[in-house]
């Protein structure tokens, strides 16, 4: 079968010249305020300028409360938001496209003693282990008004300054993806216990932001297909649900992903999601974008082969920001999933990639 990589894509009113899309990434380059580093600006117009489809910009915090690390850039501020746009211009420069992805991190909120209000660790649930060793408190209805508002005041500045969309971040173990999860959702109202009641909170965030930034604008939804332990049985036929939902309330794509991918990553697993992405093809007609142990050509078109709309990747891109020429010439990415991208490598070497040279005037911190 012939490659489709390189033929356009259309999301919503966006079209893309070709089906790769950067899924978005931690990148190191942010500062303790939440703004980014020119480092960020440079490597974003890098991406932008090899030819990528799209780009997802790092998720982004939607209020001092909501960031997940300490070097995470944020969206809550007007220096962050000049900051991105800094980022956004460049990308522009360059004859990209940008999305700026949203999120709140919920129990995975970074220092809530010091950024949380009463110092309460936000969960759909209370009483729950949160990473840090916190014990969640469970998120009010006045919270959720809070928290639904900031999501649209970020996404209708997103709009505001030029973003191509906004992707609304409902995986990997945040905030959205917690109300989604039924082994971080233990609520017993509306909003815990069946599929569409745990569906509810992230449905009214979608809702609103659509409702704010009117019918023309792309936003995208991320989520995990899976879950963890002997609750997955049934999210087989949740996510199905999640996805009919998440069309019908207006979102123009959704990207897949999983609870799991670092592990997978290190195994070398291919195309990690695919199956439950083929279920979630016959489930929806908007597009779908899948992201994890993308490769290289074969991996890559595998995936559109299935009636996957787009492939994204974010570890080829750390390794190689010019990943996407590569495929066109027919060239796998040398990343081999081992994930010290994630880790302290560039502290600790002045590297982003284990593939990267390290450079010959950094000194080795102690």
Not at 258 to 268: D, S
Request: proline residues 6%.
């Amino acid at each position: 079968m012939a490659s489709t990589l390189f033929t356009p894509g259309q999301i919503g009113t966006l079209t893309l010249p070709n089906r790769v899309i950067r899924s978005a990434t931690q990148d190191p380059f942010g500062h303790r305020d939440g703004t980014c580093d020119a480092k960020q600006v440079d490597l974003y117009r890098e991406i932008a300028a090899a030819g990528t489809g799209a780009i997802i910009t790092a998720y982004s915090y939607i209020s001092p409360e909501a960031r997940s690390t300490g070097i995470q850039v944020g969206f809550a501020t007007p220096e962050q938001r000049a900051s991105q746009k800094e980022v956004l211009d460049a990308v522009h420069a360059a004859g990209g496209r940008l999305i700026l992805q949203l999120m709140h991190a919920g129990m995975n909120v970074f220092m809530p003693e010091k950024h949380v209000a009463g110092g309460k660790l936000l969960a759909p649930s209370g009483g729950l282990k949160a990473p840090n060793e916190m014990e969640t408190t469970e998120i009010t209805p006045a919270d959720m008004d809070k928290i639904r508002a900031d999501f649209v005041e970020a996404a209708k500045a997103a709009k505001e300054l030029g973003f191509d969309g906004i992707q609304l971040h409902c995986a990997h173990g945040y905030l959205l993806s917690q109300f989604l999860d039924p082994t971080t959702n233990l609520r017993t109202d509306d909003y815990g216990g069946s599929a569409a009641n745990r569906f509810r909170f992230p449905g009214e965030c979608l809702t609103a932001i659509r409702q704010a930034v009117g019918q023309d604008y792309p936003v995208l939804v991320k989520v995990n297909t899976n879950c963890a332990g002997e609750a997955d049985e049934a999210y087989a036929q949740d996510i199905l649900y999640f996805c009919r939902q998440f069309e019908a309330l207006g979102a123009d794509a959704i990207e897949l992903s999983g609870y799991n991918w670092l592990g997978l990553g290190k195994k070398k697993v291919p195309t990690f999601y695919l199956d439950r992405a083929k279920a979630i093809r016959q489930a929806v007609k908007i597009p779908l974008i899948l992201v994890g142990g993308v490769r290289g050509p074969e991996s890559a078109q595998a995936i559109l082969d299935a009636g996957i709309d787009f492939v994204s990747a974010s570890r080829p891109f750390i390794c190689q920001p010019d990943f996407v020429q590569h495929l066109e010439k027919g060239e796998d990415s040398p990343c081999i999933g081992c994930t010290k991208c994630l880790g302290n490598i560039w502290a600790k070497e002045g590297r982003r990639c284990v593939k990267h040279p390290i450079p010959p005037e950094f000194t080795t911190q102690a």
